[in-house]
């Protein structure tokens, strides 16, 4: 079985560019995460979608960064313009509905200079 | 809001055992799950305790006291492929968003 892909895996970006992440979830995974890991740091949960729907994107700062998933498959988030705070890992999981397990794609570390 | 608490560092010698704390401070909680992350790695499922008491899979188990809002993860027969950082994670109900506590790195010397 695939595991959760995503891409670029890493992007260098100059401050007030914007950039976007892709994610392919598990097949059947309804759910999907997107989260932020600065280094030394634990994942901070961004946005969390069943489907397409957005499920909980209290954490989500919208004045810059936005997030969807369409057709309830993949899934994109973009940051625009992005600041020098936003260099970190952007990790992409997805579970069953009532999954107690979150699996985790491999991340796009992102540096902004 | 939620919070965790966890050591920031253990360091360990091969084949000892060695346990991470998680103490955790939330309006709901559901259950807790421990992730081992190495470096530049993706976090990977340990272990999840919904309800009080010890959880074994191999050489991991994972321990729950939900009165003490207190688990911790116990690592036995170290090996030098379990050197990573260990996260405790708290959910407020079943597939639910994690909320990760800092980590613990571990290191295990030979």
């Known amino acids: 079985e695939a595991g959760v892909a995503q891409s670029p895996r890493y992007k260098i970006i100059e401050k007030r560019q914007s950039v976007a992440f892709w994610c392919n979830p598990i097949?059947?995974?309804?759910?999907l995460y997107w989260y932020q890991q600065i280094l030394g740091q634990g994942p901070k949960l961004l946005i969390q979608?069943?489907?397409?729907?957005?499920?909980?994107d209290s954490q989500l700062p919208k004045d810059r960064f936005s997030a969807e998933r369409l057709k309830g498959v993949d899934s994109t988030l973009k940051i625009q313009p992005a600041k020098l705070e936003d260099s970190a890992v952007y990790l992409c999981a997805s579970s069953q509905p009532t999954g107690d397990e979150q699996f985790f794609g491999p991340g796009t570390r992102l540096t902004v200079l | 809001g939620q919070s965790l608490e966890q050591p920031s560092e253990v360091t360990a010698v091969e084949g000892a055992i060695v346990q991470i704390n998680c103490t955790y401070q939330?309006?709901?909680?559901?259950?807790l799950s421990w992730y081992q992350q190495h470096d530049g790695g993706a976090p990977t499922f340990l272990s999840y305790?919904?309800?009080?008491g010890l959880e074994e899979t191999g050489r991991f188990s994972s321990f729950l006291s939900r009165s003490d809002s207190y688990g911790y993860l116990l690592l036995q027969e170290l090996q030098m492929k379990d050197s990573a950082s260990y996260f405790c994670a708290v959910s407020t109900h079943a597939g639910n968003m994690l909320t990760f506590g800092g980590g613990t790195r571990l290191m295990v010397k030979p």
């Open positions: 939330t309006s709901g909680f559901y259950g």
């Open positions: 305790n919904g309800l009080d």
């Open positions: 097949s059947g995974h309804a759910t």
């Open positions: 979608f069943q489907n397409n729907g957005v499920v909980d």
